[in-house]
């Protein structure tokens, strides 16, 4: 699966002195699922390359998301890291 996750920000009306916010967000995702609920996902926050693996599974009849990745950026700015590692819980509530 390969996708695009947009979010967007405004601000709304306060303080005549506050700056105005129109921030917009894209962020890519490339997912792979195989068997037994194993997937490779990338999904870079800003300019990073990499990849990671995650797993779904049940403790109990609680649904876990559970991945890990690791992103190195070739462009950043001085005070940039080098790289970074997501590791990520999630409790998964399905309908």
Do not use: C, E, T
Request: aromatic share 14%; proline share 11%; charged share 15%.
């Amino acid at each position: 699966m390969i996708g695009l996750l947009r979010r967007q920000l405004w601000s709304v009306p306060g303080p005549s002195g506050r700056k105005d916010v129109n921030h917009l967000l894209l962020r890519p995702f490339v997912n792979y699922n195989m068997a037994d609920g194993w997937y490779l996902v990338s999904a870079p926050r800003s300019v990073p390359v990499g990849r990671g693996v995650g797993k779904i599974f049940r403790v109990g009849n609680q649904p876990i998301n559970l991945s890990l990745q690791a992103f190195g950026y070739p462009v950043r700015p001085s005070f940039g890291p080098k790289w970074a590692v997501r590791f990520q819980v999630q409790f998964l509530f399905p309908r």
